[in-house]
Protein backbone atom coordinates (compact mmCIF):
# COMPACT_ATOMS: atom_id res chain seq x y z
CA UNK A 1 0.00 0.00 0.00
CA UNK A 2 1.29 3.45 -0.67
CA UNK A 3 1.74 6.47 1.95
CA UNK A 4 2.69 9.95 2.18
CA UNK A 5 4.54 12.16 3.75
CA UNK A 6 4.44 15.98 5.07
CA UNK A 7 6.81 16.72 6.90
CA UNK A 8 6.30 20.38 7.66
CA UNK A 9 2.99 20.51 10.31
CA UNK A 10 2.98 24.02 10.22
CA UNK A 11 4.77 26.73 7.94
CA UNK A 12 4.42 30.59 8.91
CA UNK A 13 6.02 33.06 6.47
CA UNK A 14 5.97 36.76 5.45
CA UNK A 15 4.24 37.83 2.05
CA UNK A 16 6.70 37.47 -0.61
CA UNK A 17 8.39 34.96 0.93
CA UNK A 18 9.67 31.85 -1.25
CA UNK A 19 7.54 28.39 -0.33
CA UNK A 20 8.37 24.80 -0.25
CA UNK A 21 6.29 21.72 1.28
CA UNK A 22 7.41 19.16 1.33
CA UNK A 23 6.16 15.63 0.05
CA UNK A 24 7.63 11.93 0.01
CA UNK A 25 5.76 9.24 -0.96
CA UNK A 26 6.28 5.14 -0.22
CA UNK A 27 5.01 2.96 -3.29
CA UNK A 28 6.99 1.07 -5.51
CA UNK A 29 4.83 1.29 -8.39
CA UNK A 30 4.29 3.82 -11.27
CA UNK A 31 2.07 6.83 -9.19
CA UNK A 32 -0.35 10.28 -9.89
CA UNK A 33 0.65 12.82 -7.54
CA UNK A 34 -1.58 15.61 -6.87
CA UNK A 35 -1.23 18.94 -4.14
CA UNK A 36 -4.57 19.81 -3.40
CA UNK A 37 -5.42 22.66 -1.00
CA UNK A 38 -8.57 23.81 1.29
CA UNK A 39 -8.85 27.52 2.53
CA UNK A 40 -10.44 28.25 5.80
CA UNK A 41 -14.18 27.08 5.57
CA UNK A 42 -13.95 25.98 1.64
CA UNK A 43 -13.81 22.62 -0.01
CA UNK A 44 -10.33 21.03 -1.20
CA UNK A 45 -9.63 22.34 -4.47
CA UNK A 46 -6.72 20.68 -6.45
CA UNK A 47 -3.57 22.94 -7.22
CA UNK A 48 -1.92 20.82 -9.89
CA UNK A 49 -1.15 16.74 -10.28
CA UNK A 50 1.35 14.44 -12.27
CA UNK A 51 1.01 11.31 -14.12
CA UNK A 52 2.98 11.20 -17.17
CA UNK A 53 5.96 13.54 -18.93
CA UNK A 54 7.59 16.76 -17.97
CA UNK A 55 8.31 16.05 -14.25
CA UNK A 56 7.67 19.68 -13.50
CA UNK A 57 4.28 20.77 -13.03
CA UNK A 58 2.80 24.03 -12.88
CA UNK A 59 -0.64 24.87 -11.12
CA UNK A 60 -2.75 27.42 -10.62
CA UNK A 61 -2.40 30.05 -8.96
CA UNK A 62 1.53 30.54 -9.87
CA UNK A 63 2.17 26.80 -7.94
CA UNK A 64 4.76 24.18 -9.60
CA UNK A 65 5.64 21.07 -8.32
CA UNK A 66 8.50 18.83 -9.62
CA UNK A 67 8.26 15.04 -9.43
CA UNK A 68 11.73 13.34 -8.54
CA UNK A 69 11.26 9.95 -9.07
CA UNK A 70 14.83 9.00 -7.28
CA UNK A 71 13.89 10.77 -4.45
CA UNK A 72 9.98 9.41 -3.90
CA UNK A 73 9.28 13.50 -4.07
CA UNK A 74 6.70 15.59 -5.60
CA UNK A 75 7.57 19.37 -3.43
CA UNK A 76 5.39 21.62 -3.83
CA UNK A 77 6.91 25.70 -4.84
CA UNK A 78 5.96 29.31 -5.08
CA UNK A 79 8.55 32.01 -5.74
CA UNK A 80 6.60 34.90 -3.56
CA UNK A 81 3.78 33.63 -1.45
CA UNK A 82 0.36 36.24 -0.71
CA UNK A 83 -1.52 36.67 2.32
CA UNK A 84 -4.38 34.96 0.09
CA UNK A 85 -2.22 31.49 0.05
CA UNK A 86 -3.04 30.84 4.21
CA UNK A 87 -4.39 27.03 4.15
CA UNK A 88 -3.87 23.70 4.42
CA UNK A 89 -1.77 22.04 1.42
CA UNK A 90 -2.02 18.12 1.32
CA UNK A 91 0.01 15.87 -1.20
CA UNK A 92 -2.09 13.04 -2.31
CA UNK A 93 -0.88 9.48 -4.28
CA UNK A 94 -2.31 7.12 -6.08
CA UNK A 95 -0.93 3.96 -7.94
CA UNK A 96 -1.33 4.02 -11.52
CA UNK A 97 -2.72 0.78 -11.61
CA UNK A 98 -3.73 -2.09 -8.47
CA UNK A 99 -6.74 -3.21 -6.63
CA UNK A 100 -6.45 0.56 -4.54
CA UNK A 101 -6.24 2.39 -7.79
CA UNK A 102 -7.77 5.67 -8.39
CA UNK A 103 -7.86 5.62 -3.80
CA UNK A 104 -6.16 9.00 -2.97
CA UNK A 105 -3.92 8.61 -0.40
CA UNK A 106 -3.23 11.93 1.66
CA UNK A 107 -0.44 12.91 3.64
CA UNK A 108 -1.14 14.89 7.48
CA UNK A 109 -1.43 17.88 5.49
CA UNK A 110 0.70 21.18 6.00
CA UNK A 111 -0.75 24.54 7.45
CA UNK A 112 0.38 27.11 5.45
CA UNK A 113 0.10 30.77 7.61
CA UNK A 114 1.19 34.15 5.85
CA UNK A 115 1.57 36.75 7.84
CA UNK A 116 0.55 40.31 5.97
CA UNK B 1 -17.78 26.00 -5.98
CA UNK B 2 -16.79 22.62 -6.79
CA UNK B 3 -20.30 21.45 -8.02
CA UNK B 4 -21.01 18.29 -5.47
CA UNK B 5 -22.90 18.77 -2.58
CA UNK B 6 -23.58 17.37 0.52
CA UNK B 7 -25.91 17.37 2.81
CA UNK B 8 -26.24 18.18 6.60
CA UNK B 9 -23.58 20.33 6.47
CA UNK B 10 -23.76 19.57 10.32
CA UNK B 11 -25.26 16.13 12.18
CA UNK B 12 -24.76 16.10 16.33
CA UNK B 13 -25.82 12.51 17.39
CA UNK B 14 -25.45 10.40 20.13
CA UNK B 15 -23.27 7.16 20.98
CA UNK B 16 -25.14 4.31 19.44
CA UNK B 17 -27.39 5.97 16.86
CA UNK B 18 -27.69 6.29 13.10
CA UNK B 19 -27.45 8.84 10.70
CA UNK B 20 -27.48 8.83 7.19
CA UNK B 21 -25.04 11.08 4.63
CA UNK B 22 -26.16 12.27 0.81
CA UNK B 23 -23.89 13.32 -1.59
CA UNK B 24 -24.58 14.23 -5.46
CA UNK B 25 -21.82 14.04 -7.55
CA UNK B 26 -20.80 17.16 -10.61
CA UNK B 27 -23.38 16.51 -13.08
CA UNK B 28 -21.94 13.89 -15.14
CA UNK B 29 -19.61 12.39 -12.56
CA UNK B 30 -19.85 8.33 -12.75
CA UNK B 31 -17.84 8.28 -9.68
CA UNK B 32 -18.08 8.71 -6.15
CA UNK B 33 -15.53 8.69 -3.22
CA UNK B 34 -15.99 8.78 0.75
CA UNK B 35 -13.12 10.24 2.64
CA UNK B 36 -13.08 10.93 6.16
CA UNK B 37 -11.03 13.44 8.03
CA UNK B 38 -10.25 13.12 11.64
CA UNK B 39 -7.71 14.98 13.98
CA UNK B 40 -5.56 11.85 14.64
CA UNK B 41 -6.30 9.73 11.25
CA UNK B 42 -5.87 12.42 8.95
CA UNK B 43 -8.18 12.46 5.47
CA UNK B 44 -8.64 8.25 5.22
CA UNK B 45 -10.11 6.90 2.06
CA UNK B 46 -13.16 4.94 2.70
CA UNK B 47 -14.90 3.64 -0.37
CA UNK B 48 -15.51 4.44 -3.92
CA UNK B 49 -18.56 3.49 -6.42
CA UNK B 50 -18.80 3.62 -10.04
CA UNK B 51 -22.09 3.96 -12.05
CA UNK B 52 -23.77 2.38 -8.85
CA UNK B 53 -21.34 -0.65 -8.38
CA UNK B 54 -18.95 -0.60 -5.40
CA UNK B 55 -15.03 -0.65 -6.70
CA UNK B 56 -12.65 0.42 -4.15
CA UNK B 57 -13.09 -0.15 -0.18
CA UNK B 58 -10.46 1.81 1.90
CA UNK B 59 -10.32 1.72 5.32
CA UNK B 60 -13.84 1.55 6.19
CA UNK B 61 -15.16 0.18 9.41
CA UNK B 62 -18.24 -2.96 9.05
CA UNK B 63 -20.52 -0.58 10.80
CA UNK B 64 -20.38 1.84 7.77
CA UNK B 65 -22.01 1.54 4.65
CA UNK B 66 -22.57 3.01 1.34
CA UNK B 67 -24.26 3.00 -1.81
CA UNK B 68 -24.78 4.39 -4.89
CA UNK B 69 -28.33 5.10 -6.51
CA UNK B 70 -29.48 5.41 -9.90
CA UNK B 71 -29.59 8.86 -10.23
CA UNK B 72 -25.61 8.40 -8.78
CA UNK B 73 -26.29 10.27 -5.67
CA UNK B 74 -24.61 8.63 -2.83
CA UNK B 75 -25.33 8.17 0.44
CA UNK B 76 -22.72 7.02 3.50
CA UNK B 77 -24.76 5.05 6.57
CA UNK B 78 -23.14 4.61 9.95
CA UNK B 79 -24.51 2.81 12.78
CA UNK B 80 -23.53 2.30 16.38
CA UNK B 81 -21.74 5.50 16.57
CA UNK B 82 -18.81 5.99 18.53
CA UNK B 83 -17.23 8.88 19.93
CA UNK B 84 -14.26 8.64 17.44
CA UNK B 85 -16.74 8.90 14.56
CA UNK B 86 -16.68 12.15 14.74
CA UNK B 87 -15.03 13.78 11.63
CA UNK B 88 -15.63 15.63 8.84
CA UNK B 89 -16.39 13.19 6.18
CA UNK B 90 -16.07 14.26 2.53
CA UNK B 91 -17.70 13.05 -0.87
CA UNK B 92 -15.79 13.65 -3.89
CA UNK B 93 -16.60 12.98 -7.67
CA UNK B 94 -14.85 12.19 -10.67
CA UNK B 95 -16.14 11.92 -14.46
CA UNK B 96 -14.26 8.16 -14.75
CA UNK B 97 -12.42 5.38 -13.81
CA UNK B 98 -9.38 6.77 -14.35
CA UNK B 99 -6.60 7.05 -11.80
CA UNK B 100 -5.30 10.53 -12.74
CA UNK B 101 -8.96 12.26 -13.33
CA UNK B 102 -8.99 14.34 -10.70
CA UNK B 103 -11.42 13.95 -8.00
CA UNK B 104 -13.71 17.18 -7.38
CA UNK B 105 -14.27 17.79 -3.66
CA UNK B 106 -17.83 18.33 -1.70
CA UNK B 107 -17.85 20.83 1.40
CA UNK B 108 -18.34 17.95 3.68
CA UNK B 109 -20.48 17.00 6.94
CA UNK B 110 -18.97 17.36 10.34
CA UNK B 111 -20.42 14.56 12.28
CA UNK B 112 -19.89 15.27 16.26
CA UNK B 113 -21.19 11.99 18.13
CA UNK B 114 -21.99 13.09 21.73
Known amino acids: AQSVSQHNHHVILSEAASLELGCNYSYGGTVNLFWYVQYPGQHLQLLLKYFSGDPLVKGIKGFEAEFIKSKFSFNLRKPSVQWSDTAEYFCAVNARSSGSARQLTFGSGTQLTVLP | DSGVTQTPKHLITATGQRVTLRCSPRSGDLSVYWYQQSLDQGLQFLIQ???????AKGNILERFSAQQFPDLHSELNLSSLELGDSALYFC?????????????FGPGTRLTVL
Open chain 2, 92 to 104: ASSVELASYNEQF
Open chain 2, 49 to 55: YYNGEER
